[in-house]
Protein backbone atom coordinates (compact mmCIF):
# COMPACT_ATOMS: atom_id res chain seq x y z
CA UNK A 1 0.00 0.00 0.00
CA UNK A 2 0.95 3.65 -0.67
CA UNK A 3 0.12 6.90 1.19
CA UNK A 4 0.13 9.81 -0.73
CA UNK A 5 1.35 12.94 0.65
CA UNK A 6 1.02 16.43 -1.36
CA UNK A 7 3.41 19.18 0.08
CA UNK A 8 2.70 22.26 0.47
CA UNK A 9 5.11 25.15 1.38
CA UNK A 10 4.11 24.34 5.61
CA UNK A 11 5.44 21.56 6.31
CA UNK A 12 3.90 20.85 10.24
CA UNK A 13 0.36 19.59 8.81
CA UNK A 14 2.73 17.52 5.91
CA UNK A 15 4.64 15.95 8.64
CA UNK A 16 1.46 15.62 10.99
CA UNK A 17 -0.55 13.88 8.38
CA UNK A 18 2.06 11.63 7.72
CA UNK A 19 2.70 10.80 11.13
CA UNK A 20 -1.07 9.80 11.69
CA UNK A 21 -1.66 7.92 8.77
CA UNK A 22 1.72 5.60 9.12
CA UNK A 23 0.00 4.59 12.53
CA UNK A 24 -3.16 4.37 11.22
CA UNK A 25 -2.27 1.72 8.52
CA UNK A 26 0.24 0.32 10.76
CA UNK A 27 -0.99 -3.25 10.12
CA UNK A 28 -0.63 -3.35 6.64
CA UNK A 29 2.36 -4.92 4.81
CA UNK A 30 4.83 -2.70 2.88
CA UNK A 31 3.55 0.52 3.81
CA UNK A 32 5.49 3.05 1.43
CA UNK A 33 5.16 6.54 1.54
CA UNK A 34 5.61 9.14 -1.60
CA UNK A 35 6.22 12.93 -0.80
CA UNK A 36 4.54 14.46 -4.58
CA UNK A 37 6.41 18.32 -4.46
CA UNK A 38 6.81 20.47 -6.91
CA UNK A 39 10.05 22.15 -8.27
CA UNK A 40 11.11 25.94 -9.18
CA UNK A 41 8.94 26.91 -11.96
CA UNK A 42 9.77 30.92 -12.64
CA UNK A 43 7.40 30.76 -16.16
CA UNK A 44 4.70 29.38 -13.99
CA UNK A 45 5.49 31.22 -10.90
CA UNK A 46 6.08 28.15 -8.85
CA UNK A 47 7.70 27.92 -5.54
CA UNK A 48 9.41 24.91 -5.32
CA UNK A 49 8.56 22.50 -2.37
CA UNK A 50 11.33 19.64 -2.62
CA UNK A 51 13.57 21.01 -0.08
CA UNK A 52 10.18 21.04 2.70
CA UNK A 53 9.81 17.12 1.42
CA UNK A 54 13.32 16.58 2.05
CA UNK A 55 13.13 18.29 5.58
CA UNK A 56 9.85 16.34 6.18
CA UNK A 57 11.54 12.91 4.98
CA UNK A 58 14.52 13.02 6.83
CA UNK A 59 12.47 13.45 10.43
CA UNK A 60 9.63 10.74 9.49
CA UNK A 61 12.84 8.44 9.17
CA UNK A 62 14.51 9.47 12.34
CA UNK A 63 10.65 8.37 13.34
CA UNK A 64 9.91 5.07 11.59
CA UNK A 65 13.30 3.69 10.24
CA UNK A 66 11.63 1.10 8.94
CA UNK A 67 9.46 3.05 6.38
CA UNK A 68 9.68 3.25 2.69
CA UNK A 69 9.47 6.21 2.20
CA UNK A 70 10.70 8.79 -1.53
CA UNK A 71 10.34 12.23 -3.01
CA UNK A 72 8.08 12.52 -6.48
CA UNK A 73 8.83 16.01 -7.85
CA UNK A 74 6.19 17.65 -10.55
CA UNK A 75 7.27 20.65 -13.08
CA UNK A 76 3.72 22.01 -13.18
CA UNK A 77 1.57 21.74 -10.49
CA UNK A 78 -1.87 22.64 -12.27
CA UNK A 79 -0.98 20.42 -15.65
CA UNK A 80 -3.44 18.05 -15.93
CA UNK A 81 -0.77 16.32 -18.25
CA UNK A 82 2.10 16.20 -15.50
CA UNK A 83 -0.27 14.86 -12.87
CA UNK A 84 -1.63 12.04 -14.92
CA UNK A 85 1.78 11.38 -15.25
CA UNK A 86 2.27 10.93 -12.01
CA UNK A 87 -0.85 9.17 -11.43
CA UNK A 88 -0.60 6.53 -13.69
CA UNK A 89 3.01 5.50 -11.82
CA UNK A 90 1.34 5.18 -8.66
CA UNK A 91 -1.94 3.25 -10.26
CA UNK A 92 0.64 0.66 -12.06
CA UNK A 93 2.89 0.26 -8.87
CA UNK A 94 0.60 0.13 -5.93
CA UNK A 95 -3.15 -1.88 -6.19
CA UNK A 96 -4.58 0.17 -2.54
CA UNK A 97 -3.50 3.84 -2.17
CA UNK A 98 -4.48 6.53 0.59
CA UNK A 99 -4.24 10.54 -0.84
CA UNK A 100 -3.62 13.31 1.95
CA UNK A 101 -4.33 16.64 -0.10
CA UNK A 102 -3.41 18.91 3.17
CA UNK A 103 -0.83 20.52 1.43
CA UNK A 104 -0.18 21.66 -2.14
CA UNK A 105 -1.83 24.36 -3.83
CA UNK A 106 -6.07 23.96 -4.20
CA UNK A 107 -5.83 23.21 -8.26
CA UNK A 108 -2.65 20.25 -7.74
CA UNK A 109 -4.95 18.71 -4.56
CA UNK A 110 -8.28 18.73 -7.02
CA UNK A 111 -6.01 17.40 -9.82
CA UNK A 112 -4.79 14.25 -7.77
CA UNK A 113 -7.88 13.28 -6.05
CA UNK A 114 -9.71 13.47 -9.88
CA UNK A 115 -6.99 11.11 -11.57
CA UNK A 116 -6.45 8.89 -8.28
CA UNK A 117 -10.23 8.57 -7.50
CA UNK A 118 -10.95 7.86 -11.49
CA UNK A 119 -7.94 5.09 -12.15
CA UNK A 120 -7.78 3.49 -8.49
CA UNK A 121 -12.02 2.70 -9.46
CA UNK A 122 -10.95 1.66 -13.00
CA UNK A 123 -8.61 -0.62 -12.41
CA UNK A 124 -8.82 -2.52 -9.00
CA UNK A 125 -12.96 -1.34 -8.56
CA UNK A 126 -11.64 0.32 -5.48
CA UNK A 127 -12.85 3.27 -3.91
CA UNK A 128 -9.46 5.75 -2.85
CA UNK A 129 -9.62 6.54 0.38
CA UNK A 130 -8.45 10.20 1.14
CA UNK A 131 -7.47 12.78 4.08
CA UNK A 132 -6.72 15.98 5.07
CA UNK A 133 -5.96 17.76 8.25
CA UNK A 134 -8.18 20.31 9.53
CA UNK A 135 -6.69 23.66 11.32
CA UNK A 136 -9.69 24.68 13.36
CA UNK A 137 -10.05 21.01 14.97
CA UNK A 138 -6.25 19.66 14.64
CA UNK A 139 -8.36 16.80 13.50
CA UNK A 140 -7.13 14.30 10.50
CA UNK A 141 -10.50 13.96 8.57
CA UNK A 142 -10.32 10.93 6.75
CA UNK A 143 -13.66 9.92 4.33
CA UNK A 144 -15.51 12.55 6.12
CA UNK A 145 -14.69 11.31 9.61
CA UNK A 146 -12.70 13.40 12.22
CA UNK A 147 -9.54 11.68 14.23
CA UNK A 148 -8.97 12.83 17.82
CA UNK A 149 -7.13 15.70 17.98
CA UNK A 150 -3.31 15.14 16.94
CA UNK A 151 -1.82 17.76 19.58
CA UNK A 152 -3.17 14.96 22.03
CA UNK A 153 -1.11 11.56 20.88
CA UNK A 154 2.12 11.11 21.99
CA UNK A 155 3.55 10.28 18.39
CA UNK A 156 3.06 13.59 16.84
CA UNK A 157 4.69 15.28 20.08
CA UNK A 158 7.59 17.68 18.54
CA UNK A 159 10.46 19.00 20.29
CA UNK A 160 11.59 22.73 19.60
CA UNK A 161 14.59 21.66 17.46
CA UNK A 162 12.36 18.94 15.71
CA UNK A 163 9.77 21.71 15.10
CA UNK A 164 12.61 24.67 13.66
CA UNK A 165 14.38 21.92 12.42
CA UNK A 166 11.23 20.76 10.33
CA UNK A 167 11.08 24.79 9.18
CA UNK A 168 14.66 24.57 7.86
CA UNK A 169 16.56 26.06 11.42
CA UNK A 170 19.07 24.17 12.36
CA UNK A 171 21.14 26.19 15.13
CA UNK A 172 18.51 26.89 17.49
CA UNK A 173 19.65 27.42 21.41
CA UNK A 174 17.65 28.07 24.51
CA UNK A 175 17.45 28.48 27.85
CA UNK A 176 20.69 30.62 27.94
CA UNK A 177 20.33 32.68 31.23
CA UNK A 178 22.47 35.13 31.64
CA UNK A 179 23.18 36.28 35.17
CA UNK A 180 20.38 33.78 36.80
CA UNK A 181 20.62 34.48 40.17
CA UNK A 182 20.38 38.12 39.60
CA UNK A 183 16.89 37.02 37.22
CA UNK A 184 15.55 35.16 40.27
CA UNK A 185 16.27 37.91 42.83
CA UNK A 186 14.47 40.46 40.49
CA UNK A 187 11.68 38.04 39.86
CA UNK A 188 11.14 37.48 43.75
CA UNK A 189 11.37 41.59 44.17
CA UNK A 190 8.50 42.00 41.37
CA UNK A 191 6.14 39.65 42.94
CA UNK A 192 6.39 41.30 46.17
CA UNK A 193 6.31 44.83 44.51
CA UNK A 194 2.77 43.65 42.47
CA UNK A 195 1.71 42.38 45.87
CA UNK A 196 2.73 45.22 47.87
CA UNK A 197 4.10 43.37 50.31
CA UNK A 198 7.20 45.77 49.64
CA UNK A 199 7.95 48.56 47.39
CA UNK A 200 10.95 48.00 45.38
CA UNK A 201 11.90 51.67 43.66
CA UNK A 202 13.89 49.39 41.21
CA UNK A 203 10.47 48.67 39.50
CA UNK A 204 8.96 52.16 39.28
CA UNK A 205 8.07 53.96 36.37
CA UNK A 206 10.45 57.18 37.49
CA UNK A 207 13.34 54.71 38.10
CA UNK A 208 13.09 53.59 34.30
CA UNK A 209 13.13 57.09 33.44
CA UNK A 210 15.84 57.85 35.56
CA UNK A 211 17.58 55.08 34.33
CA UNK A 212 17.82 55.90 30.79
CA UNK A 213 19.22 59.07 31.46
CA UNK A 214 21.65 57.63 33.94
CA UNK A 215 25.58 57.58 33.30
CA UNK A 216 25.68 53.91 34.00
CA UNK A 217 22.74 53.75 30.70
CA UNK A 218 25.10 55.19 28.47
CA UNK A 219 28.10 52.94 29.46
CA UNK A 220 26.39 50.21 29.26
CA UNK A 221 25.15 51.27 25.34
CA UNK A 222 29.23 51.92 24.90
CA UNK A 223 29.51 55.25 25.31
CA UNK A 224 33.80 55.82 26.04
CA UNK A 225 35.02 58.45 28.87
CA UNK A 226 33.03 57.69 31.84
CA UNK A 227 35.02 56.87 34.78
CA UNK A 228 34.36 54.44 37.75
CA UNK A 229 33.56 57.33 40.03
CA UNK A 230 30.35 58.37 37.76
CA UNK A 231 29.43 54.90 36.96
CA UNK A 232 28.99 54.16 41.38
CA UNK A 233 27.33 57.52 42.00
CA UNK A 234 24.98 56.79 38.72
CA UNK A 235 24.20 53.21 40.25
CA UNK A 236 24.04 54.52 44.34
CA UNK A 237 21.69 57.02 43.18
CA UNK A 238 19.66 54.90 41.27
CA UNK A 239 19.39 52.57 44.07
CA UNK A 240 20.54 49.25 41.85
CA UNK A 241 23.80 48.30 44.52
CA UNK A 242 22.33 45.82 45.15
CA UNK A 243 21.70 44.32 41.82
CA UNK A 244 24.90 45.22 40.33
CA UNK A 245 26.87 43.54 43.14
CA UNK A 246 25.03 40.32 41.92
CA UNK A 247 26.13 40.88 38.94
CA UNK A 248 29.70 41.55 39.37
CA UNK A 249 29.96 38.39 41.91
CA UNK A 250 28.72 36.24 38.95
CA UNK A 251 30.73 37.59 36.24
CA UNK A 252 33.93 37.18 38.64
CA UNK A 253 34.75 41.00 38.44
CA UNK A 254 34.75 43.44 41.31
CA UNK A 255 33.75 46.81 39.28
CA UNK A 256 31.47 47.27 36.15
CA UNK A 257 34.31 49.25 34.84
CA UNK A 258 36.30 46.17 34.21
CA UNK A 259 33.41 45.92 31.16
CA UNK A 260 35.11 49.15 29.36
CA UNK A 261 36.56 46.92 26.57
CA UNK A 262 33.68 44.58 26.65
CA UNK A 263 30.46 45.61 24.69
CA UNK A 264 28.88 42.50 24.44
CA UNK A 265 28.42 41.99 28.07
CA UNK A 266 27.47 45.18 28.78
CA UNK A 267 24.58 45.20 25.92
CA UNK A 268 23.00 41.91 27.76
CA UNK A 269 23.83 43.72 31.08
CA UNK A 270 21.31 46.92 30.11
CA UNK A 271 18.78 44.35 28.37
CA UNK A 272 18.67 42.45 31.91
CA UNK A 273 18.47 45.86 33.34
CA UNK A 274 15.50 47.48 31.37
CA UNK A 275 13.24 44.26 30.56
CA UNK A 276 14.96 41.07 30.53
CA UNK A 277 14.13 40.96 34.59
CA UNK A 278 10.23 40.86 33.28
CA UNK A 279 10.74 38.10 30.54
CA UNK A 280 12.07 35.66 33.71
CA UNK A 281 9.56 36.67 35.88
CA UNK A 282 6.87 35.61 32.87
CA UNK A 283 8.40 32.51 32.32
CA UNK A 284 8.44 31.59 36.21
CA UNK A 285 4.81 32.53 37.08
CA UNK A 286 4.21 30.19 34.41
CA UNK A 287 6.64 27.51 35.75
CA UNK A 288 4.78 27.68 39.17
CA UNK A 289 1.22 27.77 37.91
CA UNK A 290 1.99 24.92 36.25
CA UNK A 291 3.54 23.10 38.70
CA UNK A 292 0.42 24.08 40.91
CA UNK A 293 -1.68 22.16 38.20
CA UNK A 294 0.42 19.41 37.99
CA UNK A 295 0.52 20.40 33.84
CA UNK A 296 3.37 18.42 32.20
CA UNK A 297 2.46 18.39 28.57
CA UNK A 298 3.79 22.16 27.93
CA UNK A 299 7.23 22.60 27.26
CA UNK A 300 8.80 26.17 27.94
CA UNK A 301 11.75 27.50 26.30
CA UNK A 302 13.04 30.64 27.52
CA UNK A 303 15.46 33.35 25.65
CA UNK A 304 15.35 30.97 21.98
CA UNK A 305 18.05 32.31 19.41
CA UNK A 306 19.22 31.74 16.23
CA UNK A 307 22.76 31.16 16.49
CA UNK A 308 24.21 31.28 12.66
CA UNK A 309 23.87 34.16 10.40
CA UNK A 310 22.50 31.72 7.82
CA UNK A 311 19.69 29.38 7.83
CA UNK A 312 18.66 26.84 5.36
CA UNK A 313 17.44 28.89 2.43
CA UNK A 314 14.02 28.89 2.78
CA UNK A 315 11.73 28.58 -0.38
CA UNK A 316 8.83 30.98 1.05
CA UNK A 317 11.76 34.00 0.98
CA UNK A 318 12.69 33.48 -2.24
CA UNK A 319 11.29 37.13 -3.69
CA UNK A 320 14.57 37.75 -5.13
CA UNK A 321 17.98 35.82 -6.09
CA UNK A 322 19.80 37.70 -4.02
CA UNK A 323 17.75 37.18 -0.82
CA UNK A 324 18.43 33.40 -0.93
CA UNK A 325 21.77 34.09 2.05
CA UNK A 326 20.11 37.33 3.88
CA UNK A 327 21.42 36.37 7.71
CA UNK A 328 19.04 36.12 10.06
CA UNK A 329 19.76 35.63 13.47
CA UNK A 330 16.96 36.20 16.03
CA UNK A 331 16.27 36.07 19.82
CA UNK A 332 12.56 35.28 20.69
CA UNK A 333 11.83 36.09 24.81
CA UNK A 334 9.94 32.82 25.27
CA UNK A 335 8.25 29.63 23.09
CA UNK A 336 5.72 27.06 24.60
CA UNK A 337 4.99 24.44 22.93
CA UNK A 338 2.00 22.05 23.63
CA UNK A 339 2.35 18.47 21.75
CA UNK A 340 3.50 20.66 18.60
CA UNK A 341 1.63 23.20 18.43
CA UNK A 342 3.73 26.38 19.12
CA UNK A 343 3.18 29.65 20.65
CA UNK A 344 5.48 32.33 21.01
CA UNK A 345 5.38 34.75 23.93
CA UNK A 346 6.96 38.52 22.84
CA UNK A 347 7.44 40.08 26.59
CA UNK A 348 8.06 44.05 27.37
CA UNK A 349 8.01 46.79 30.15
CA UNK A 350 7.10 49.21 27.45
CA UNK A 351 4.12 50.59 27.91
CA UNK A 352 3.91 52.48 24.57
CA UNK A 353 1.53 51.47 22.08
CA UNK A 354 3.34 52.01 19.32
CA UNK A 355 5.95 50.08 21.14
CA UNK A 356 3.74 47.03 21.77
CA UNK A 357 2.58 46.71 18.68
CA UNK A 358 5.74 46.46 17.08
CA UNK A 359 6.49 43.32 19.32
CA UNK A 360 3.22 42.13 18.32
CA UNK A 361 3.96 42.20 14.65
CA UNK A 362 7.46 41.20 15.00
CA UNK A 363 6.30 38.22 17.12
CA UNK A 364 3.87 37.21 14.39
CA UNK A 365 6.37 37.72 11.58
CA UNK A 366 8.87 35.00 13.79
CA UNK A 367 5.59 32.62 14.54
CA UNK A 368 4.48 32.47 10.59
CA UNK A 369 8.60 31.63 10.09
CA UNK A 370 9.58 29.06 12.32
CA UNK A 371 6.63 27.18 13.00
CA UNK A 372 4.20 28.03 9.62
CA UNK A 373 0.89 30.26 9.41
CA UNK A 374 -0.93 28.36 12.20
CA UNK A 375 1.35 29.24 14.81
CA UNK A 376 -0.22 31.31 17.98
CA UNK A 377 1.54 34.58 20.04
CA UNK A 378 0.76 36.10 22.86
CA UNK A 379 2.43 39.86 23.97
CA UNK A 380 2.53 40.65 27.47
CA UNK A 381 3.93 44.44 28.05
CA UNK A 382 2.48 47.37 30.58
CA UNK A 383 0.03 48.75 28.25
CA UNK A 384 -2.43 49.89 30.14
CA UNK A 385 -5.67 48.15 29.18
CA UNK A 386 -7.96 50.68 27.69
CA UNK A 387 -5.19 50.26 24.92
CA UNK A 388 -5.65 46.52 24.97
CA UNK A 389 -8.68 46.28 22.53
CA UNK A 390 -7.11 48.60 19.76
CA UNK A 391 -4.15 46.10 19.81
CA UNK A 392 -6.04 43.35 19.33
CA UNK A 393 -8.29 44.60 16.62
CA UNK A 394 -4.92 45.47 14.63
CA UNK A 395 -3.73 41.82 14.98
CA UNK A 396 -7.20 40.52 14.20
CA UNK A 397 -6.95 43.31 10.69
CA UNK A 398 -3.45 41.69 9.77
CA UNK A 399 -4.63 38.17 10.60
CA UNK A 400 -8.01 38.00 8.93
CA UNK A 401 -8.17 35.69 11.20
CA UNK A 402 -12.13 33.97 12.35
CA UNK A 403 -10.82 32.41 15.41
CA UNK A 404 -7.70 33.48 17.59
CA UNK A 405 -4.43 33.34 17.08
CA UNK A 406 -3.25 35.75 19.60
CA UNK A 407 -3.48 37.71 23.03
CA UNK A 408 -2.93 40.74 24.54
CA UNK A 409 -1.82 40.70 28.29
CA UNK A 410 -1.52 44.17 30.03
CA UNK A 411 -0.14 45.13 33.36
CA UNK A 412 -3.59 45.53 35.12
CA UNK A 413 -4.28 41.72 34.16
CA UNK A 414 -1.22 40.82 36.00
CA UNK A 415 -2.20 43.34 38.91
CA UNK A 416 -5.90 41.76 38.76
CA UNK A 417 -4.94 38.21 40.41
CA UNK A 418 -7.95 36.29 42.25
CA UNK A 419 -6.18 35.67 45.48
CA UNK A 420 -9.36 33.70 46.62
CA UNK A 421 -9.69 31.02 43.69
CA UNK A 422 -6.03 31.24 43.14
CA UNK A 423 -6.78 31.81 39.43
CA UNK A 424 -4.81 34.70 37.61
CA UNK A 425 -3.55 35.71 33.90
CA UNK A 426 -1.18 33.23 33.49
CA UNK A 427 -3.72 30.55 34.05
CA UNK A 428 -5.46 32.18 30.96
CA UNK A 429 -1.99 31.82 29.01
CA UNK A 430 -1.60 28.40 30.03
CA UNK A 431 -4.91 27.73 28.60
CA UNK A 432 -4.97 29.40 24.95
CA UNK A 433 -1.33 27.62 24.88
CA UNK A 434 -3.17 24.39 24.85
CA UNK A 435 -6.42 25.53 22.53
Known amino acids: MVVVILVGTNPLPCYLSAMYLIEHYKKKENLNLIFVCTKDNEEKNQTGTDKIAKRIKALIKEKHSKITSRISK ?5 SEKHVKERVRYIVKKYEHA ?5 GGTKTMAALFFHYMKESYQKKYKYK ?20 EALS ?17 YNNIEHDVYNYKKVLEKLSHMYEEHLCEKTKHTFFDKATKTAFKKSKLYSYLQGKKGIGKKEIDKSIKELGFTEIIDQICSEKNIEDLIELQNDDDVKIKINALLEG ?11 EKRLEAKGESEINLYFDVRNTKDEVDKKEKDKEKEDKKDKKDTFQLDLVAIYGYQMTLISITTSDLKKTVKQKGFEAMHRARQISGSET ?31 KAVCLDDIKDTDNKSGKNIFDDIIEFIKK
Open 152 to 168: KLSYCKLSLKELTKLHG
Open 98 to 102: HLNYT
Open 74 to 78: ISDAS
Open 276 to 286: GWFEYFVLRQL
Open 376 to 406: KFVVVSFLKKGNLNALEEDFKLELGATFNRY
Open 128 to 147: LSSSYLDARTNAIIIDGKGS
